[in-house]
C-alpha cells in the first residue's frame, strides 16, 4: 500500500543483500579500529605506521562514503556500524572544531611559525605579511643568506631582537637571552647543517625559552615512508627539551610530522599539542596536514589557524599560547 510503512528483515530493509551490509558494516569497524588504535600497525615494513598517522584525520572520510553506500544498499546494520567510526573520529579530532576559548584570565604570548621557503620570491612582503598577525614572536626556516637582509629589515621596527642559527631564526618583541646552536642533525646528515636554535625571551610574564626546529624532510617512496632522519632529529630535539631548566618552553618549527607521527613522539610526549583548530600548513595549494607545529611545555597552545599564503610552499600559523 502506498505510503505504508515497511517491516525491515534481519537488519535489512526489503530488497536489500546481506553480503553488502555486512562487507560495509566490516569496513567501519575496521575504520573505528584504525582509528582508536593506530599506534599498533607496525612500523616494520614501509613505515606504515607513521605515513598512517600523518594523514589520519583524513581517514574521517571513510564515514560518509560509507554512509552513502549504506543508504544505497539500504543496510540498517551498516549504519548501525557506522556510528563507531564517527564516534572513534569525534573522540580523537572533534575538540579541535570547537570555537576558540576564551583566555579566562590566562596570560600568554601570541606566536607565528613560518616556513618561508628558501625559493620564496617575495621576502619582504612575506615578512610584512606576518608581522600584520601582531605576534610576539615570529619563528622562520628555511632562511637563506640572500634573502635574510630583506627578512630582517621588514621585521626590525616591530621586532627590534632576533637570532639566527643557520637557517632558522627568531624574531621578538622581548629581549633575547641565552642564543645558542641547538644540535639536532642526525648522523647521516652532513656537516654544515643547522636547523635549530634556542633562545631565552624575557616577558611581562617571566623567562621562558623558545625552540626553533627544521627538522629532516620525509618521502614516500617505493620502499614505504622514509622518515629515519626526522626520526632521529626528534629523538635529539626531545631529549634537548628534556634537559632544559627553564620551565616555561615554546617550540615552534616545521617538524615535517603531524603531532599524531609516533616518529615524533620524543617531543610530543614531553610537550602540549593545539587544542584548538587543524590549521592544515602544507602544501599551501592544498594544505592536507599541519607538519608546521607550535608546542609548549607547563602552558597550554589554546588554539591555531593558518594565516594567507605567501611565497611559500607553506602556510604561516598563528598560535595563541597561555599559562595561569
Known sequence: ???????????RWPGATAGPGRVLAAAALLTAAVLTFHSAVPNAVGRLG??????????GLAVPLLLVA????????????LLLPALAWLGQF???????????????????????????????????????????????????????????????PQYPYHAVEGTVGLWSKYPL?????????PAGIGEGWSRGLRAGATTPRGEIAVYVAHLPSVRIRPSGFASQLRDES??????????????RVVLLGDLNGTVDDRGLAPVTSRMEAPRRGFALSWPASFPVSRIDQVLARSAAVADIRTLPA?????????????WH
Open 1 to 11: 500500500m502506498g505510503g505504508a510503512l515497511t517491516k525491515r528483515v534481519g537488519g
Open 50 to 59: 607513521s605515513l598512517l598517522e600523518a594523514f589520519l584525520p583524513w581517514l
Open 70 to 81: 549504506a543508504l544505497v544498499r539500504r543496510s540498517a546494520v551498516a549504519l548501525v556500524a
Open 94 to 156: 572533534g575538540g579541535l572544531l570547537l570555537p576558540t576559548e576564551a583566555e579566562q584570565g590566562g596570560h600568554g604570548l601570541t606566536v607565528v611559525q613560518h616556513n618561508v621557503s628558501d625559493e620564496n620570491p617575495d621576502p619582504a612582503g612575506t615578512a610584512a605579511a606576518l608581522a600584520g598577525a601582531a605576534p610576539d614572536l615570529i619563528a622562520l626556516e628555511e632562511l637563506t643568506a640572500s634573502a635574510l637582509p630583506a627578512y630582517a629589515q621588514a621585521l626590525a
Open 177 to 185: 637571552t641565552v642564543v645558542r646552536r641547538l644540535d639536532i642533525k
Open 234 to 247: 626528534a629523538r635529539l630535539l626531545g631529549a634537548a627539551v628534556a634537559a632544559e631548566p627553564v620551565d
Open 310 to 322: 605567501t611565497g611559500s610552499d607553506h602556510l604561516p600559523v598563528v598560535a595563541r599560547v597561555t
